[in-house]
């Protein structure tokens, strides 16, 4: 008689075996030789890959390293690792596969010298795939489009990095298209764009920004971050210092070609939500902070302090064309901002809308109560907004501009603090970025 019990188990035994041949093994590493071969040979096989030197380690690239298999990358020893583009072409490309690196510097790299496959398309890499990169240096890359990074199609994943003197005529630091970005607890410093968006410019993509900070940046014709016909979400995140100068482009049809357009975000028929956030001494000829065409805008509980408009002194900008073409008239939702030393916006334009407890000080055309938030200036170049002014309405926010949970007493604010129980201020401390 058959045992169908046992004949049930060799079935299960040889389902497992057979799954078992099938499945390769994951190819880990350790490389401790500070040579591009041996760091090629790991990459090649994927999986986790340990770099460990006993001194500080350069790579130079002498050919892009092409991502075929998933692979993670992290420095675990005490030393520096660099990975060096020599001035000419690019370092990686991510082909559809999962790629992590960690701990780890990409400087020097010139990808407007390649003239096949992806081009000058991303300096430090040109990523297909889902790329996560944390606790990353890029330093001194270039491109024609993303002058670090280029995605197309794929998930960028940035945290606790730092991007510094990368430059492209779009996107000085990175560049997509239908992508997904998330960058958190990061530094974007002194990068520049030939055109449009000196840190980012994404086309049809979703962005999330959080607790990060975006200064001395400079675009020559419109932007630190240029969002077009994107999703964009920011959350805690300085601008401070970014400049729009020189442009040889035209964004707007009413103003002359050598006129500059926003000093922090373009947004051009997208959708953005800005919260908890600062820009201070941001400058562009029109749109000290930001310009608006054809996209909608929700601004809550943001400190725009001393941007500069030359020609229309205007922090917040909108228009209903762009490059001499008629775009949708956009919405600007405006609540529990402050406005101070510049002006904003004028009440009887139709694309802004109040929503409340907004204040304005020494800032004409602005929304809100005119009174003297007496703002706090930090080391990090947020502010602090000081006055007691209590509301009858509930907090806003259940956090305030740095984080700290609201309400901290039986009354908020409308700016960063909120009062304790015994009446006194309540100062919350600023987030650290690296």
């Known amino acids: 008689m058959i045992n169908i019990q046992k004949m049930a188990v060799w079935g299960i035994l040889l389902l497992m075996l057979s799954v078992a041949i099938v499945t390769p093994a994951r190819a880990d590493s350790l490389v401790s030789e500070c040579t591009e071969r041996a760091l090629q040979i790991a990459l090649e096989a994927g999986g986790d890959v340990q770099l460990k030197f006993d001194e500080d380690c350069v790579i130079v690239f002498s050919v892009t390293a092409q991502l075929y298999a998933d692979v993670a990358v992290t420095n675990i020893g005490d030393t520096s690792v660099v990975f060096d583009g020599d001035a000419r072409g690019r370092l990686f490309e991510v082909n559809f596969v999962d790629a992590t690196f960690t701990n ?3 400087r020097n790299t010139d990808s407007t010298t390649i003239t096949t496959g992806a081009g000058d398309f991303g300096g ?7 790329l996560t990169l944390i606790g990353c240096v890029f330093e001194n890359n270039k491109a024609g489009q993303g002058g670090a990074i280029f995605s197309t199609g794929g998930i960028v994943t940035i945290e606790d ?14 560049g997509a298209v239908d992508d997904t970005i998330s960058i958190t607890n990061s530094r974007f410093v002194q990068n520049n764009a030939d055109v449009f968006g000196s840190v980012l410019i994404a086309a049809t993509s979703t962005m999330t920004i959080t607790n ?4 001395d940046n400079t675009a020559l014709s419109s932007a630190t971050i240029f969002n077009d ?8 995140v300085l601008f401070a210092n970014n400049i729009s100068e020189d442009t040889t482009e035209d964004p707007l049809n009413d103003v002359d070609a050598d006129d500059t357009i926003a000093g922090a975000i373009f947004n051009y028929l997208g959708e953005m939500t800005i919260t908890n ?24 509980h943001n400190t725009f302090v001393g941007n500069v408009a030359v020609e229309s ?18 919405e600007m939702i405006l609540a529990g901002n402050i406005f101070m030393d510049g002006a904003c916006v004028g009440d009887g334009e139709a694309t802004f809308t109040d929503g409340g407890n907004n204040i304005q000080f020494n800032a004409p055309d602005c929304f809100g109560d005119k009174f003297d938030p007496e703002v706090k200036l930090l080391d990090d170049l947020y502010f602090l907004a000081q006055n ?18 609201r309400p901290l007493g039986a009354s908020c604010t409308i700016g960063a603090i909120e009062l304790d129980d015994d009446g006194a201020l309540a100062l919350p401390e600023a987030t650290p970025a690296p």
Not at 229 to 236: F, H, M, P, V
């Open 277 to 300: 956030s600062t820009f201070t001494g941001n400058s562009a000829d029109y749109g000290g902070a930001i310009a608006n065409a054809g996209g909608n805008a929700t601004l809550t």
């Open 313 to 330: 002194g205007d922090t917040l900008q909108t228009s209903d064309k762009l490059f001499g073409q008629a775009v949708p008239v956009g």
């Open 124 to 130: 430090a890499f040109s990523n297909y795939g889902n």
């Open 388 to 405: 007691p002014a209590e509301y009858d309405a509930p907090c806003l926010l259940e956090t305030d501009q740095l984080g700290q949970a």
């Open 212 to 215: 990060s900070q975006i200064v």
């Open 161 to 174: 990095s730092l991007f510094i003197n990368n430059s492209a005529v779009f996107g000085g630091a990175i």
């Open 104 to 106: 780890i510097t990409f």
């Open 229 to 236: 016909r994107s999703q964009l979400t920011i959350d805690g």
